[in-house]
Every structure is written in C-alpha cells, then in structure tokens.
C-alpha cells in the first residue's frame, strides 16, 4: 500500500536551516506531483508548495518563497523540503502528500515530523 | 489568494444525528474542491474531491455538494468514528496555489 514517511524534524534556532525528507513506497514516485503541507501547533492546514512528477516546476505559498525549496530525487523515491532562514512562525508539524494531479488535492499523506523554531 | 470560510467553527451533535458542514470560496471555483477529515494526532485524509465525489473507501454516509462558491459535506448518520477535525480545500488556481478552510470540529453533544 502507499506509504509516506517523513523523516529529518527537530528543533532549530531562528535564521538557521533544515531539511526534510520524505520516502515513498507502494508507488512510483516519478509518476506523481508531491506537495508540502504544514500545520503549527493548534492551527489549521497551510499549503507549503508543490513539485511536477518529473521535477521541471515548482510552486510555493508566499509565506515561504524565497526560504524554502522543494527537490525530489525519483531514483531513491524521497521527497526533500530545504528550508532555510527559518522563523519562529514556521514552527509546525510538516507532513508530505501525494497530489493527484498537479496542484489538485491530496489523496495519501505522511504520518508528519515536527519542525520547532526556537532560539 | 482565494479565501476559503468554514462554518461552524464547532458543532455539538449527537451520533446517528444528520449534520450539515459548510464551506464559502472567496470567489468562483467550478467544482474544485476537496474534503479531509483530520483525528487527533492523525495527518488528514481525504473524503471528497470534485466537491462530490468519494474518495475510495469512504462510506456512502459522507457526501459532497456545491459548486461555484458554496460548498456542503452531509454525514447522514454520525458514528462514533467521525468526530474529528475537517477541513474543506480549494485547487482552482493556476499556477498553483492551494487553500484550505480553518477548519469544523464535530464534537459529541
């Protein structure tokens, strides 16, 4: 069945950088767009960004452009977030979803890993 | 930015209960809509998409309506099992740009 694991959470200061992963099994990677997800503590659920199946296009929320990079390597079938410059306010549990489409919905998600931002 | 408005925040309603959620597009979306149910400590997972259509596995009891601005899951007959968090998305935008509603907590009366 489909499975998505992510891995690479914990605790940071404000300004410095992380990256997270997120392997796939029980599909092709390669045959889907991936998208980003988070949600802070308490809160609703904020669109993080997206990826093409093949990786040619890339899209993000304003609240991230510029910090934040999604990659993906279909070889090993994982997913990665690049998050630099990071703020208190990106403190949130950061799931990874497959999309059905190219920015569509989402119709298998990660267990999440919590990403806190303290100093 | 489309702006996607859930109403109620909270409902209070007993099981085998019919319950009505709602959801308002900041501006027209076709039938670009999705539906996620989220438990405690669970990641969301998906009930409708197409604003009606099931996602599979997911009991007849949930169902999906609107279209343009205004949006409607219906549980027919609660159980036990649905009260959690649920969240109404929007995937109308090009280039991408994906929204969710804040949110409805169907809590036991």
């Known amino acids: 069945q489909v499975q998505l694991v992510e891995s690479g959470g914990g605790v940071v200061q404000p300004g410095r950088s992380l990256r997270l992963s997120c392997a796939a099994s029980g599909f092709m990677l390669g045959n889907h767009g991936m998208d980003w997800v988070r949600q802070a503590p308490g809160k609703g659920l904020e669109w993080v960004g997206i990826i093409w199946y093949d990786g040619t296009e890339k899209y993000y929320a304003d609240s991230v452009k510029g910090r934040f990079t999604i990659s993906r390597d279909n070889s090993k079938n994982t997913l990665y977030l690049h998050m630099n410059n990071l703020r208190v306010e990106d403190t949130a549990v950061y799931y990874c979803?497959?999309?059905?489409?190219?920015?569509?919905?989402?119709?298998?998600w990660g267990q999440g890993t919590l990403v806190t931002v303290s100093s | 930015e489309i702006v996607m408005t859930q109403s109620p925040a909270t409902l209070s309603v007993s099981p085998r209960e019919r319950v009505t959620l709602s959801c308002r597009a900041s501006?027209?979306?076709?039938?670009?809509l999705a539906w996620y149910q989220q438990k405690p400590g669970q990641a969301p997972s998906l009930l409708i998409y197409g604003a009606s259509t099931r996602a599979t596995g997911i009991p007849a009891r949930f169902s999906g309506s609107g279209s343009g601005t205004e949006f409607t899951l219906t549980i027919s007959s609660l159980q036990s099992e649905d009260f959690a968090l649920y969240y109404c998305q929007q995937y109308n935008n090009w280039p991408p740009s994906i929204t969710f509603g804040q949110g409805t907590r169907l809590e036991i009366k």
């Open positions: 501006q027209n979306i076709g039938n670009n």
């Open positions: 979803a497959r999309d059905r489409g190219n920015g569509d919905f989402f119709d298998d």
